[in-house]
């Protein structure tokens, strides 16, 4: 199997590369576009003051508005994604700058639009549209506008805080370029006592490892490094969250927590009733903490101990193209246009960037432009949770082909609520799909054990990190400050309630939180698990209804941001708002525990 995590990014074969050249063949174009996107905003920028003169000025104003930010969004994209193949080249790194900065500035020009549409009137603009059928296209975008009057600054004040965005985003750019370029974890000795670099992708790697004695080294490895770092960690958190906390002032909410869901309409009850539901399922997972301590035999059950299977693993390693083949028999449920799009789409576009090389960004992701392929970021190291990630991010870029179809590029995005469905039901569907073909009694084992894992990692780990969010945003909110020990002692915690008696106190827990990229976007981990619940009552309807789910749930990933996310979900027949999905998922993760016991 192929490992290049120690290669530079030119030493990777260009066959394992993303056709990122397919967005810019020229690169001599990007600095056009810029100039174009900047131009474009200047002219909206005339317009200031007359935007609701008539149903014509405001067409004129909205077509203008998105072709700017269509067009310095492709760039801010590539540019991204440019930086991302190596942190450390100095190339992509002035170009993403150059970007954020221009996007900054001209989200500074434009910032006077949102604030002019608000002091008219719903019923003006109403009219509007029914003078202007072009404007229906934009009824949704218009009304949503509305819904924020209460929460929307003046001309004056929103021009500074959109100046101000760039420097209130220092914490995350600066903990990024901490996490991916700077930090060196050293190397740790594997299985058979050779010396392997210690990364962000081989970390679970070592924390899947038969040997405890490579799990724990690899464990004090990797927190070693986050608490040498600790309060210069804490700091940049702590700025990130009293950011959230001032911009959430100034805009009159009633708390960072409210403005985050306040965006898509999502009642602040969501994630609440999130956390309330995993509480009450703590005890199955206090249960499975507790026969993973007995099936691994320790008299201390560590947390270095929480991530190596309790079945001995299959011993397969997959080649890229084996995994795409599997997921796309696993996905075969919804149909072929399906299936053969994605198939086409990591196999001949290009649309994945495969292996982990020197600099490379960490994890996974699905990104891209409304004018370019829906690309995949990964670090693909051959085994089987590899095959899922593909599937998770296969997920999202799916949604987005299916969506830039069908939508205009104003709706052509989606919030993480959603996102995080269509990824998920993927994920659900091979998961579901492993276990029907499987006829080996251990490694059904295994694939029980392994789905009980995503569902700790996903719903309950999501979850928990959603909590501590929670409780350090009010600890602000109340006018007190985040210090070191305070955060590693409120992560410490809510840590020991979530895995319960069976795990053992160890002293570098406490810094996990500090390695959390997604904490630097507040309010967003929690998607994830909520996600993870809707997948599961959608593909399990696929499953026992087919055709007409299958219907349901393509026509959801056309949709786009077209509307609220919890009205979305209500086409693929699930309703968010309530707590029965999450309920629902949590009683199959009881259910698997009780049949792993049985098993074991």
Not at 44 to 69: A, N, P
Request: charged share 25%; net charge negative.
């Amino acid at each position: 199997m192929n490992n290049y995590g120690d290669k530079t990014r030119a030493e990777i074969p260009q066959e394992y590369k993303w056709n990122i050249e397919a967005m810019y063949a020229d690169e001599s174009k990007v600095e056009k576009d810029l100039q174009t996107a900047i131009q474009l905003a200047n002219e909206v920028s005339e317009m200031q003051g007359h935007i609701m003169d008539s149903s014509v000025s405001l067409l004129k104003m909205l077509m203008i508005y998105s072709t700017t930010i269509r067009l310095v969004e492709k760039v801010f994209v590539y540019s991204h994604m440019r930086h991302d193949e190596d942190n450390a080249n100095s190339k992509y790194t002035e170009m993403y700058g150059k970007a954020v900065s221009v996007y900054t500035d001209i989200s500074a020009t434009l910032s006077f639009v949102t604030p002019e549409i608000l002091e008219s009137t719903l019923e003006q603009i109403h009219k509007y549209i029914d003078e202007q059928p072009e404007l229906e296209t934009y009824r949704f975008m218009l009304e949503e506008i509305m819904l924020k009057k209460d929460h929307t600054l003046s001309k004056e004040q929103e021009f500074i805080m959109a100046s101000l965005s760039e420097i209130v985003g220092c914490p995350d750019e600066i903990f990024t370029v901490l996490n991916d370029a700077d930090l060196n974890f050293g190397m740790v000795k594997d299985e058979n006592g050779i010396e392997k670099p210690l990364t962000h992708a081989s970390y679970i790697q070592f924390m899947e490892s038969e040997k405890r004695e490579v799990r724990k080294e690899a464990y004090y490895a990797m927190y070693e490094k986050y608490k040498k770092l600790n309060n210069t960690i804490s700091s940049l958190y702590g700025y990130n969250v009293k950011a959230d906390t001032v911009c959430s002032n100034l805009r009159n909410y009633n708390s960072t927590l409210e403005r985050a869901l306040s965006s898509e309409n999502i009642p602040t009850t969501v994630y609440s009733n999130l956390i309330d539901a995993v509480h009450q399922h703590l005890p199955a997972m206090h249960k499975y903490v507790k026969i993973r301590k007995k099936i691994l035999g320790i008299d201390e059950l560590k947390m270095y101990d929480v991530y190596r299977p309790l079945v001995k693993p299959l011993d397969k390693k997959y080649t890229f193209v084996e995994a795409v083949n599997i997921a796309c028999a696993a996905l075969s449920p919804l149909g072929e246009d399906y299936v053969n799009t994605l198939r086409n789409g990591i196999l001949n576009e290009k649309w994945v960037d495969i292996y982990e090389n020197k600099g490379k960004t960490s994890g996974a992701y699905s990104f891209g432009s409304f004018d370019s392929y829906p690309y995949i970021l990964m670090n693909f190291t051959g085994d089987l949770r590899d095959i899922f990630t593909l599937i998770h991010e296969g997920g999202h870029s799916m949604h987005s082909y299916y969506t830039r179809k069908t939508q205009p590029y104003i709706y052509a995005d989606h919030s993480i609520f959603t996102a995080e469905v269509a990824s998920t039901v993927n994920e659900t569907l091979l998961i579901k799909y492993l276990l029907e073909h499987c006829e080996d009694p251990e490694e059904k084992k295994y694939l029980i054990n392994f789905y009980i894992d995503e569902f700790k990692s996903t719903l309950f780990r999501q979850t928990m990190f959603a909590e501590f969010e929670k409780i350090v945003h009010e600890q602000v909110e109340q006018g007190e400050s985040l210090s070191a020990e305070y955060l590693n002692q409120t992560y410490n915690e809510l840590n020991s309630q979530y895995f319960g008696p069976a795990l053992s106190e160890d002293d570098m827990i406490q810094y996990e939180w500090s390695r959390i990229p997604h904490f630097y976007r507040s309010f967003y981990v929690y998607q994830y698990a909520t996600g993870y619940s809707a997948a599961n009552a959608i593909a399990n309807r696929i499953l026992n209804e087919g055709e007409p789910a299958v219907k349901d749930y393509l026509e959801f990933l056309t949709t786009g941001s077209s509307d609220y996310p919890i009205e979305l979900l209500k086409i693929a027949g699930v309703d968010m708002s309530q707590k029965a999905p999450v309920l629902s998922a949590l009683d199959t993760f009881d259910s698997l525990v009780d049949e792993l016991a049985s098993l074991l």
